[in-house]
């Protein structure tokens, strides 16, 4: 038998999504609405157009959550909603159909960070039979080391357990999946950058172009906006022009093997960026476990290589729970509502820009 039933909700950016979670670990429901094919004919996403479809689809996409659990609000013990980090007119739309639906049926209402709940995509270990993913075995354990790695986030965490972790780098600049989706501008390849990057880099030569990794004064700060600049530099070099040349125009110069090779030769150098760091991390703290989360955890280069370079075994989460969605709401906020008390709907605020660990659930006293 479970426990707690919870609706999570998620519009931070361009996916509206809603999931429905038992426990923390057993997936019920998990609706994703992509809004890519909107955004990608402007080359990323547009916040206007962003908050404009949220609201169209927010309604059909909570209920498509329940009907796809065959549920009712009966059944319902709970919602959590994405309150921080993200586009203001996105969240705004999330939160206030959450609190608007906790009134209603008087549901407990909790506020979940988006990057906490990325790490939580890899406590699903169960599933509803009609899902078909595949899940991790079991729970990743403590001290648990976690790398974050999305289009706005690059952090490494040590939680020791749930809500209890603390911060051992980020991003100085650039978050890496900002990176790939910059470079993928510069090589001429289709929005979102990440996945066009992985499937370019296939047919690439990884050792064709030598790009520079950067040295931090933290060893497990990153930086990725150097490692932009130099593909743009060497793209430059490549076909013979200088840096006066219009960046839009580049691609066009480039064959398609050379949109490939360095595809490859940055995709090897971010990913061995990211891995180098985590070794590191692993080796002076020693977890027992180590999980990878956000959008850029998708890449399958990134797993293999982590795997091959860590002396322990990692369960990854499959893809679709790497890259937004709801089910990680839904899963954080089983442990949140172990910990922190349901805000009431009317005093729920939206907080664009707090990082992860200015959440009420990693500041309480432990
Ligand atoms: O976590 P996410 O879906 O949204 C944010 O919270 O930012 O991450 C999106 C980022 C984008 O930058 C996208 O290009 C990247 O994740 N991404 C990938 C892959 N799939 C998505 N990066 C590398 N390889 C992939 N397969
Ligand atoms: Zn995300």
Same mark, same amino acid.
């Given at each position: 038998m479970y426990q707690m039933r919870i609706l999570g909700i998620e519009s931070s950016c361009d996916e509206t999504a809603a999931a429905i979670v038992e426990d923390g670990r057993r997936l019920l429901s998990n609706v994703v609405n992509s809004q890519i094919d909107i955004h990608a004919q402007y080359g990323g996403?547009?916040?206007? /157009?962003? +908050? #404009?479809?949220?609201?169209? /689809? $927010?309604?059909? %996409? $909570?209920?498509? @959550?329940?009907?796809?659990?065959?549920? =009712?609000?009966?059944?319902?013990?709970? $919602?959590?909603?994405?309150?921080?980090? =993200?586009?203001?007119?996105?969240?705004? /739309?999330?939160?206030? +159909?959450? #609190?608007?639906?906790?009134?209603?049926?008087?549901?407990?209402l909790y506020?979940?960070?988006? %990057?906490?709940?990325? %790490?939580?995509?890899?406590?699903?270990?169960?599933? +509803?039979?009609?899902?078909?993913?595949?899940?991790?075995?079991?729970?990743?354990?403590?001290?648990?080391? +976690?790398?974050?790695?999305? =289009?706005?986030?690059?952090?490494l965490a040590l939680f020791q357990s749930h809500g209890d972790y603390s911060l051992l780098g980020q991003t100085r600049d650039d978050a890496v999946g900002e990176a790939f989706d910059k470079v993928a501008k510069i090589l001429g390849l289709p929005y979102p950058g990440g996945p066009s990057i992985a499937t370019a880099a296939e047919h690439g030569d990884a050792n064709k172009y030598r790009l520079p990794k950067s040295k931090m004064d933290n060893a497990y700060d990153f930086s990725f906006s150097g490692l932009?600049? @130099?593909?743009?530099? @060497?793209?430059? #070099?490549?076909?013979? %022009?200088?840096?006066?040349?219009?960046?839009?125009?580049? @691609?066009?110069?480039?064959?398609?093997?050379? #949109?490939?090779?360095?595809a490859a030769s940055f995709q090897k150098t971010a990913v061995e960026t990211l891995v180098d760091k985590t070794v590191a991390a692993f080796r002076k703290h020693s977890p027992a476990s180590v999980v990878i989360a956000g959008g850029v955890a998708a890449n399958q280069e990134l797993r293999r290589y982590l795997a091959e370079q860590l002396p322990i075994a990692i369960n990854y989460a499959p893809m679709s729970l790497c890259t937004d969605n709801a089910a990680m709401i839904a899963t954080l906020g089983y442990y949140v509502s172990t910990e922190v008390e349901p805000t009431p709907p009317t005093e729920m605020t939206v907080q664009p820009s707090i990082s992860m660990n200015q959440t009420a659930w990693s500041k309480r006293d432990a």
């Open positions: 996403v547009v916040p206007e /157009v962003a +908050a #404009r479809s949220h609201i169209e /689809v $927010i309604n059909p %996409v $909570i209920n498509k @959550a329940l009907t796809d659990a065959n549920l =009712g609000w009966n059944d319902i013990d709970a $919602i959590a909603v994405t309150y921080a980090p =993200g586009l203001i007119g996105s969240l705004l /739309v999330g939160t206030l +159909a959450a #609190r608007t639906l906790a009134l209603v049926h008087n549901k407990p506020p979940i960070h988006h %990057v906490e709940a990325h %790490v939580y995509a890899n406590f699903i270990t169960d599933q +509803a039979n009609n899902l078909n993913l595949e899940l991790p075995a079991k729970q990743p354990t403590f001290p648990m080391l +976690a790398l974050i790695v999305s =289009g706005g986030h690059s952090q932009k600049t @130099a593909v743009l530099r @060497a793209v430059q #070099r490549e076909v013979g %022009v200088d840096t006066t040349f219009p960046s839009t125009e580049l @691609a066009g110069l480039l064959n398609e093997q050379q #949109r490939c090779d360095f």
